[in-house]
């Protein structure tokens, strides 16, 4: 891990194609994809606020950002990958869980799910856009159920208009905004549940840092 | 292109062989189909096999037939790929592989398995570039149990020969192995 790469927060102009982004928010972050238009040529953060379709926002400096550790030829293809997904608006269902087989495909219609899994979050919606391409940010496999993420889940499970659906999901493994963006620091791709903690910490901290300096008018 | 090692010389030697060996098992079925044996030198194999391919690779479906109109088939792929090949030409790779993505998607989504087929041997693969290749592979990655696996086999062949004009072998066989 690189703490001091690959994580930038006050401009977008160097993201060519793709990049993930995450929103510090009072008790619950949110993550999304930040991608460059084709016709614009406008940064776009396209993220799944809560069930239903994807939503696309300007980007705006409240959003950090990162670059994960992959191809050039990967990053367009994800960046055409958010296109396609923005363009289709099909309703998603939310969910906490989620398996390697959950993915965005073009077989199929829709958004695909693994086995017992309903939908996504907003950091699975991350993991499943570059995932749709094999492209794998964190080693899902090591995730493990953290019992202290529960009440958490429950409480953004109730928001869904479906929660009792959700809530039935549980208790899973949670994936967070901060893992997900924190994939931006590693130098090998997919990163274990260990690193993906400790470099979501540090997004977290350098975010933090950022913000306050803004607030104070450094 | 350039081959300065024994590692690198030896990849586009297995493709040929590969693509021979294809070849070979399938010249008998197409005499037997009463077709004339296929005038393709060894050398340009790989230029020529995918289209010979085609002819007798699916076996129920029909041959295509000529284009009757505007709105056919024929028609609607010709002038996708020739803004395909238009973006490639002026560089504008991000748009060529978005329209890519979404003219595939649409017609896998439409269950169009066949005309998809059909695509893979239209595109002309050494007019493109590597990243635009890629993107015909990507989408159709997870529909690859409903394609014809010989044309699309055959595509990333000719696709990853043209990768390795500008990649190292090693960049370009991790790259393809994700999509292919």
């Not at chain 1, 398996?99 to 996504?120: K, Y």
Request: overall charge negative; charged content about 25%; some cysteine.
């Amino acid at each position: 891990m690189k703490a001091n790469r690959h994580l930038v927060a006050d401009t977008v102009a160097r993201i060519n194609d793709v990049g993930i982004g995450i929103m510090l928010q009072r008790g619950n972050n949110h993550s999304g994809a930040l991608y460059r238009d084709d016709d614009d040529n406008q940064i776009y953060i396209l993220h799944l606020p809560a069930e239903g379709k994807p939503h696309r926002d300007p980007w705006n400096p409240r959003w950090g950002w990162g670059v994960p550790r992959i191809t050039r030829q990967e990053l367009r293809l994800v960046r055409a990958m958010c296109h396609l997904v923005f363009d289709l608006q099909d309703d998603i269902p939310y969910g906490f869980k989620y398996g390697l087989d959950t993915r965005f495909s073009s077989a199929t219609g829709a958004l695909t799910t693994a086995t017992d899994c309903r939908g996504l979050s907003c950091a699975t919606f991350v993991l499943a856009l570059f995932h749709s391409l094999n492209i794998h940010l964190l080693a899902v496999d090591s995730w493990e159920i953290q019992p202290e993420e529960l009440p958490g889940m429950v409480a953004i499970a109730e928001r869904q208009p479906n929660h009792e659906a959700v809530i039935a999901e549980l208790p899973t493994a949670r994936f967070t905004p901060e893992q997900v963006s924190g994939a931006c620091l590693a130098d090998e791709l997919p990163i274990e549940f260990e690193e993906a903690n400790e470099c979501g910490n540090l997004v977290v901290e350098k975010m933090s840092g950022y913000l306050d300096r803004r607030r104070e008018g450094i | 292109m350039a081959l300065d090692t024994d590692t690198q010389a030896t990849r586009p030697e297995k493709i040929t062989a590969i693509v021979r060996d294809i070849y070979q098992a399938t010249v008998p079925l197409h005499v037997q189909r009463g077709y004339p044996s296929p005038r393709v030198s060894e050398d340009d194999l790989t230029k020529h096999l995918p289209i010979f391919l085609y002819s007798i690779a699916p076996p129920t479906e029909p041959a295509p037939s000529p284009p009757t109109g505007p709105a056919s088939e024929d028609n609607i792929h010709e002038a996708f790929l020739a803004s395909v090949y238009r973006y490639s030409a002026e560089q504008k790779i991000n748009k060529a592989i978005t329209l890519v993505f979404k003219q595939v998607d649409s017609m896998l989504r439409r269950g169009e398995f066949p005309q998809v087929d059909r695509l893979f041997v239209q595109v002309d693969v050494p007019s493109l570039q590597p990243d635009i290749l890629l993107a015909f592979l990507a989408i159709t990655h997870a529909a690859k149990p409903k394609l014809d696996g010989s044309v699309r086999f055959i595509f990333a062949t000719q696709t990853l020969e043209v990768m390795l004009q500008s990649m190292d072998n090693d960049s370009a066989g991790d790259l393809l192995r994700k999509f292919e």
